[in-house]
């Protein structure tokens, strides 16, 4: 047996050597990038998957992961914020090599970003952007639509097809999710830019769900029963204000605009029961998270914010896309339609959600 110590103290050498350059992430010890044959296990939190947009956005991350071959992707979604800081907590427990986030709470986020830090975990942040994070070094990038640009089309496309003082509604996310209020801020711009006389009489959060959607929209018809427009954060919002404007036999008289571009979405923005949806990349976002996350672990410099394009498609661009149309004007400019976006509308318009 004494002939096997100063080899079991090599062993001990080189696992030493290649675990600190796992904590640095960085290429330094072979295995350490993502060349090395093993599997590497990347974390992935999420809110939660009863939003399509948000499933869509894990189920493209998890695609992106099995493309790769060596990447061994643990997604899960989470119910509240502290449903994501107990899972974020097991993730770092178990020496993931890096770490997606989607934060409910930006500023609730960053006791679990400094643990990351600590464990030489590299975060990066999806749907949101952290002030400062990325100087401090808790976040590598943030992977984000230009959401108040985003908004801005909305409000732009809606302000120009409503007549002078038109009263309208605003839905919006969770009070302290940034994607929900740039989106709204947005749209109030782009809809004051194009329609100075329209009025937002109500603008209240409905925490991206369609049944507290329907809640909210029903008090603000109380309060505010001449509506002209409604527009809402997400998609499922959107069909909970629908459910509103029906009980008080409004449906299809006064328009609606969603946001997110699910499936369903795109599907109701073809039958006409929305007149538009924003178009948000959440597929773009779930792979660009993959690819930076490889690029990190394999050494090389990725930018400190990935943004996917972002648009709106109108009842009347759904029905071009979906005739085989490759570009559609979007408030008097062209946007291109590409193979990923023509499939999402084609699988809409044929019910397969």
Same mark, same amino acid.
């Given at each position: 047996m004494r002939s096997s110590e100063p080899e079991v103290k090599v062993v001990r050498k080189v696992?030493?050597?290649?675990? =600190?350059?796992?904590?640095?992430?960085?290429?330094?010890?072979?295995?350490?990038?993502?060349? $090395?044959?093993?599997?590497?296990?990347?974390?992935?939190?999420?809110? @939660?998957?009863?939003?399509?947009?948000?499933?869509?956005? $894990?189920?493209? @991350? #998890?695609?992106?992961a099995a493309a790769k071959g060596n990447i061994e992707l643990l997604s899960q979604d989470?119910?509240?914020?502290? &449903?994501?800081?107990?899972?974020?907590?097991?993730?770092?427990?178990?020496?993931?090599?890096?770490?997606?986030?989607?934060?409910?709470?930006?500023? +609730?986020?960053?006791?679990?970003?400094? +643990?990351?830090? =600590? @464990?030489?975990?590299?975060?990066?942040?999806l749907q949101s952007e952290i002030e400062g994070a990325q100087n401090r070094g808790l976040v590598v990038t943030s992977i984000i639509g230009d959401e108040t640009e985003g908004g801005k089309v909305a409000g732009t496309w809606l302000g120009h097809h409503l007549n002078g003082a038109a009263k309208? @509604?605003?839905? /919006?996310?969770?009070?302290? &999710?940034?994607?929900?209020? #740039?989106?709204?801020?947005g749209f109030e711009q782009g809809l004051a830019a194009a329609n100075p006389g329209?009025?937002?009489?109500?603008?209240?959060?409905?925490?991206?769900?369609?049944?507290?959607?329907?809640?909210?929209?029903?008090?603000?018809?109380?309060?505010?029963?001449?509506? &002209?427009?409604?527009?809402?954060?997400?998609? /499922?919002?959107?069909?909970?204000?629908?459910?509103?404007? /029906?009980t008080r036999n409004l449906k299809g008289k006064v328009p609606v605009i969603g946001y997110n571009g699910t499936c369903i979405g795109l599907r109701a923005t073809y039958q006409g029961t929305f007149v538009a949806s924003g178009i948000l990349f959440l597929d773009h976002v779930?792979? #660009?998270?993959?690819?930076?996350?490889?690029?990190?672990?394999?050494?090389?410099?990725?930018?400190?914010?990935? #943004?996917?394009?972002?648009?709106?498609?109108?009842?009347?661009?759904?029905? /071009?896309?979906?005739g085989g149309a490759k570009s559609v004007d979007v408030n008097g400019k062209p946007f291109n339609v590409d193979d990923a976006l023509a499939k999402r509308v084609n699988d809409a318009v044929a019910g397969r959600c």
């Open positions: 696992l030493i050597a290649c675990g =600190a350059a796992t904590v640095l992430l960085l290429a330094g010890c072979a295995g350490a990038g993502t060349d $090395s044959g093993h599997k590497i296990k990347v974390g992935l939190v999420t809110q @939660a998957w009863d939003n399509p947009a948000i499933k869509d956005m $894990s189920e493209a @991350a #998890e695609a992106a989470s119910r509240d914020m502290q &449903d994501m800081v107990t899972k974020l907590q097991a993730m770092i427990g178990r020496g993931v090599k890096a770490l997606g986030i989607e934060p409910w709470d930006k500023q +609730q986020i960053m006791p679990i970003l400094t +643990q990351a830090k =600590a @464990a030489g975990i590299p975060v990066f942040i309208v @509604a605003v839905l /919006e996310g969770a009070p302290a &999710d940034t994607p929900g209020i #740039e989106r709204a801020n329209a009025t937002i009489v109500a603008r209240q959060p409905a925490d991206w769900a369609r049944d507290k959607a329907l809640r909210v929209m029903t008090d603000i018809l109380t309060a505010h029963p001449e509506i &002209d427009a409604v527009f809402a954060d997400n998609d /499922e919002m959107a069909f909970g204000a629908i459910s509103a404007l /029906e779930g792979s #660009e998270f993959i690819n930076s996350v490889v690029a990190r672990l394999d050494g090389q410099g990725i930018p400190e914010k990935v #943004e996917p394009p972002i648009t709106l498609l109108t009842t009347d661009q759904v029905k /071009e896309i979906s």
